[in-house]
Nanobody, 126 residues
Framework: QVRVVESGGGLVQPGGSLRLSCTAS????????VAWFRQAPEKEREGVSS???????NYKDSVKGRFTISRDSGKRTVYLQMNSLKPEDTGVYYC????????????????????WGQGTQVTVSS
């Protein structure tokens, strides 16, 4: 059974940075597309960023220029570097992996991802 695990969340002041990490059992992160989603209290889950197996990336408009997704194949890990954090970035961040065709139109849609982690809490507050 595939297990996806996120880490790196925490409490940070506005303007600060965090780096989230996503690992999974086996080698799936090297062969699957991977995305980060987040869910704020009383809000729907939303796609934040994704990376295809070929290295293509997509970002939610509100995080462009502040967040960077990357993959370290040797470490079988996908990262989400988050800079200039804002209170509205607060939420539980989930890592997800899937092998459906990677398209810009669906890269941040949760329905195309099959394997999900339990999430890591990110709180941006002074």
């Amino acid at each position: 059974q595939v297990r996806v695990v996120e880490s790196g969340g925490g409490l940070v002041q506005p303007g600060g940075s965090l780096r989230l990490s996503c690992t999974a059992s086996g080698d799936i992160l090297n062969f699957y597309h991977v995305a980060w989603f987040r869910q704020a209290p009383e809000k729907e889950r939303e796609g934040v960023s994704s990376i295809g197996t070929g290295g293509s990336t997509n970002y939610k408009d509100s995080v462009k220029g502040r967040f960077t997704i990357s993959r370290d194949s040797g470490k079988r890990t996908v990262y989400l570097q988050m800079n200039s954090l804002k209170p509205e970035d607060t939420g539980v961040y989930y890592c997800a992996a899937g092998d459906q065709e990677y398209k810009t139109t669906t890269a941040l849609k949760d329905i195309v991802y099959d394997y999900w982690g339990q999430g890591t809490q990110v709180t941006v507050s002074s």
